[in-house]
C-alpha cells in the first residue's frame, strides 16, 4: 500500500485535489480523488507493477483555478515467497522407482522460479532441477539408482530476487531379491570340465556375490563367479548348491545336480617282453597306461589245453610286470593285457607277445606218431577189404560203355 498525502492551501476554497498516477511504463494507473483527512488530503493504493511510478496532484477552487505538484514514487518486492511442507512420496521407495516431491509455494508478488536440489547418501549432487507447477502445487518426479537416505532442497524465488527454501529426506531402498538362472547340472564324462553359468540371472540392482557349493572328494568345494567350471575326477552324484546374493544382501538359489559316468576304458595296454626267469617261470613286463582312473590291469595267457586265452593274473595300477611260474621248460606261451578302470571298463586287448621258457623238455612218449601209422594201416586194410568183396559183374550184361556205344579211342 502506498499512502499519498498533500497539504493544499487556498484564498478562498479548494474545490476539488485529484493524482494521476503514472506505471513505470508511463502508463496511466488512474486518476483519482484525493480525500480531505485531518487537514490534508489524502490518498491510498496499492501497485501490482513495480519500479517507479510518477504522480501529480491537482488542485482546483471553486472558480477554475488550478496548481498542481509532481512527485515518483518506488514500488518493489522485498518480501520472500512462502514454501509449505515438502513431500516426498512414498519414502521408502524401491530402488529405480519413481518418487513425487510436491511443495506449495505462494508470494506477495510473482513466484519466478522454484527448484528442487537433490544430494545422494553420499552428499553428492545428484541434479538441480526445475519444479513446474500443477495442480496448485510445484512438483517433480524422477526415480533413483542409489540405495540410502537422500536429502533434497527446494528453492523458491520471485521476480525481485527473494528466495525462500525448504528441505526434506527420503529414503531409496532394495527389497527385491535376485532371480537365479542357472545352467551346468547334467551328466558327464568323467574327466569332462563342467561349466556352470548364472550370468542370466537378474536383480534389480546388482548382483554382489555368486558361489557355487558342493561336497567333492569329502571336502566342501565353493567356487565364486557367475561363470565357473570344474573337472570331477570321481564318478557320482553332485548336488550343486548356487547362492546369488545383491548389494543389500538378498538372495537367491538354485540346485543343480551333477552326475559324473566313466564310461571310456583305459587305453591298450602293450607287452614290452616276455623273458625267461629261472625255472618255469616268464617275467611279463609292460609300459604302464596313463589314465586318470586307471584301476589295473589282466594279464591272460593262451592256455593249449582249452584253446582259449585265460586270465592268470589281476594286478593293480601300479604293477608292470608280473612273473608267471609253474610252465613248462623250453616252451613258448603266448600272452595278452588289459587295463581297466574304476568303472569296470575295459580296454581292448594288448598285441599279443611270445616269451620261451628255459631249459630242456623232456620228451613226453609221443603218440601222435603211432596214432598216424595205426590210422593209415586202418584206411589201407579198408580200402583191400572193399576190393575184395566188391561185387562183379555177370556175363554177358553190357557194361556201361558198351550200352552207349562208346567207344575208347585206341
Ligand atoms: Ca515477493
Ligand atoms: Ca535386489
Ligand atoms: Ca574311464
Known amino acids: ?4 498525502l498533500v497539504n493544499v492551501t487556498d484564498n478562498y476554497q479548494v474545490n476539488l485535489v485529484t493524482i494521476a498516477i503514472l506505471d513505470p511504463e508511463g502508463l496511466l494507473v488512474g486518476n483519482f480523488t484525493m480525500a480531505l483527512v485531518a487537514g490534508n488530503y489524502t490518498y491510498s493504493t496499492s501497485f501490482d507493477k513495480l519500479g517507479t511510478h510518477t504522480f501529480t496532484i491537482w488542485a482546483s477552487d471553486t472558480s477554475g483555478n488550478y496548481a498542481s505538484a509532481a512527485g515518483q ?10 514454501l509449505g511442507t515438502p513431500s516426498a512420496s512414498p519414502s521408502p521407495q524401491e530402488v529405480y522407482q519413481t518418487i513425487d516431491f510436491s511443495v506449495s509455494v505462494t508470494d506477495n508478488y510473482q513466484v519466478a522460479a522454484v527448484t528442487i536440489a537433490i544430494v545422494d547418501p553420499d552428499g553428492v549432487s545428484v541434479g538441480n532441477f526445475t519444479m513446474t507447477l500443477a495442480a496448485g502445487n510445484y512438483t517433480y518426479s ?11 532442497t527446494i528453492w523458491a524465488g520471485d521476480t525481485s530476487g527473494n528466495y525462500a527454501s525448504v528441505g526434506g529426506q527420503f529414503v531409496i531402498q532394495d527389497t527385491t531379491a535376485p532371480i537365479a538362472i542357472a545352467t551346468g547340472g547334467g551328466t558327464y564324462e568323467i574327466g569332462e570340465e563342467v561349466v556352470f553359468d548364472a550370468s542370466r540371472s537378474t536383480d534389480n540392482t546388482e548382483i554382489a556375490n555368486v558361489s557355487w557349493t558342493f561336497l567333492y572328494q569329502g571336502s566342501e568345494v565353493v567356487l565364486y563367479g557367475s561363470t565357473v567350471s ?31 559316468v566313466d564310461t571310456t576304458p583305459p587305453s591298450s595296454p602293450s607287452i614290452e617282453s616276455a623273458l625267461p626267469f629261472g625255472d618255469g617261470c616268464l617275467v611279463v613286463t609292460w609300459a604302464t597306461v596313463d589314465d586318470r582312473d586307471l584301476a589295473g590291469y589282466r594279464l591272460s595267457r593262451w592256455n593249449a589245453s582249452s584253446n582259449a ?24 606261451y603266448t600272452y595278452r593285457l588289459t587295463a581297466f578302470d574304476g568303472a569296470g571298463n575295459e580296454s581292448p586287448h594288448s598285441f599279443m607277445v611270445n616269451g620261451r ?20 594201416l586202418v584206411i589201407l586194410v579198408s580200402v583191400l577189404a572193399f576190393l575184395a568183396i566188391r561185387p562183379r559183374r555177370p556175363p554177358g550184361q553190357m557194361s556201361q560203355r558198351e550200352a552207349t556205344g562208346y567207344r575208347p579211342r585206341r
Open 142 to 152: 524422477t526415480s533413483f539408482d542409489k540405495l540410502g537416505t537422500h536429502a533434497f
Open 73 to 82: 514514487f518506488i514500488v518493489e518486492d522485498t518480501t520472500s515467497p512462502v
Open 357 to 376: 621258457t628255459e631249459g630242456t623238455r623232456e620228451e613226453a612218449f609221443n603218440l601222435i606218431p603211432y596214432l598216424v601209422s595205426i590210422g593209415a
Open 230 to 260: 570344474f573337472t570331477f575326477e570321481t564318478t557320482g552324484e553332485y548336488t550343486v548348491y548356487l547362492l546369488l546374493v545383491d548389494i543389500v544382501g538378498l538372495t537367491a538359489s538354485e540346485v543343480l545336480i551333477v552326475l559324473i
Open 309 to 332: 586265452f585265460e586270465e592268470v593274473a589281476e594286478l593293480s595300477a601300479e604293477v608292470s610286470s608280473y612273473r608267471d611260474c609253474g610252465l613248462e621248460p623250453d616252451k613258448v
Open 1 to 4: 500500500m502506498v499512502d499519498f
